[in-house]
């Protein structure tokens, strides 16, 4: 029961530049989470956004959150080759137990 | 450190040999869930538990069993494993709170069934 989908697939910037992506979901949620999977590793927790929040910032981190349409974006400023991860949005159904991934943005940052 | 292990970090078997992989965390989480990824398909959860004792099925339990017999462990365990089980398996861990608070993930174990 997949609840976010993010997109761009994959998404290839050169440094310096800003990334974007983007994420929608189908039913209401509580907050939606970021997370950043660099290669094979484990997920790291970027950032939260609750429903009632429209907007928050974390260093070079944007998220947006637009419960009308169901989406949020991540933002990501100056990027560096560092940044260069695949990068998850997480929904909550946690009454149900359950935080459900999206299939991931796998962005590429070109030195 | 506050840290969730998983154990192994890399595994092949055979088809039908009975395996545990195990998760400790060492910050007092009250829930712990276990995901497997595989491409294409993201992050799916296999079972999660919300404290000692409850456990609970998530999306893709067939082939899985877990336990959670203290707080600080949940072990994946796998009765006989069949090559579409092959996949990298993640473990993570988190306070239940009404604001859902951060997982936390473990490194990952990669398992491979022949």
């Known amino acids: 029961s997949q609840q976010g989908e993010e997109d761009p697939q994959a998404l290839s910037i050169q440094e310096g530049e800003n990334a974007t992506m983007n994420c929608s979901y189908k039913?209401?949620?509580?907050?939606l989470q970021w997370y950043r999977q660099n290669s094979g590793r484990g997920l790291v927790h970027l950032i939260l956004i609750r429903s009632n929040e429209r907007e928050k910032h974390s260093g070079r981190l944007r998220v947006t959150l637009d419960t009308s349409k169901k989406s949020s974006s991540l933002l990501i400023t100056a990027s560096r080759a560092a940044d260069t991860a695949s990068y998850f949005c997480a929904t909550d159904k946690r009454s149900q137990g359950n935080l459900i991934f999206g299939k991931g943005t796998k962005l590429s940052v070109k030195p | 450190e506050a840290q969730v292990t998983q154990n192994p970090r890399y595994l092949i078997t055979v088809t039908g040999k009975k395996l545990t992989v195990t998760c400790s965390q060492n910050?007092?989480?009250?829930?712990m869930s276990w995901y497997r990824q595989d491409p294409g398909l993201g992050l799916r959860q296999i079972y999660y538990?919300?404290?000692?004792?409850?456990?609970d099925k998530g999306d893709v339990p067939e082939g899985y069993k877990v336990s959670r017999k203290e707080k600080r462990n949940f072990p994946l365990i796998l009765e006989s494993p069949s090559p579409n089980q092959t996949s990298l398996y993640f473990c993570?861990?988190?306070?239940?709170?009404?604001?859902?608070?951060?997982?936390?993930f473990g490194n990952g174990t990669r398992l491979t069934v022949t």
């Open positions: 538990s919300m404290n000692v004792e409850v456990t």
């Open positions: 039913t209401s949620i509580n907050n």
């Open positions: 993570a861990s988190s306070y239940l709170t009404v604001d859902n608070s951060p997982l936390h």
């Open positions: 910050m007092n989480h009250e829930y």
